[in-house]
């Protein structure tokens, strides 16, 4: 088992992913983005492509919160 599928079996994990389908749109297609960018941080073996699929989940996660803020008021 992957490391992404490790950390996707906790509980918090799978109620936070289990959540993404009713987010507004521009935040659901960020968090399921964001949630594809982090496997390849685990998928890789090598650390700059691993810090590039960090940095861009990371920019997902931030853009589907601000989303999430705004569509809330």
């Known amino acids: 088992m992957s490391v992404i599928n490790e950390i996707m079996q906790n ?5 936070i992913n289990s959540q993404i389908n009713e987010l507004p749109d521009r935040a659901k297609f960020r968090a ?8 390849g941080i685990f998928d890789s073996d090598m650390p700059i492509p691993a810090c590039f699929c960090a940095l861009h989940a990371t920019e997902e996660a931030v853009a589907a919160f601000i989303s999430c803020a705004k569509e809330c008021g």
């Open 11 to 15: 509980e918090a994990a799978a109620w």
């Open 32 to 39: 399921s983005s964001a949630l594809r960018w982090a496997n």
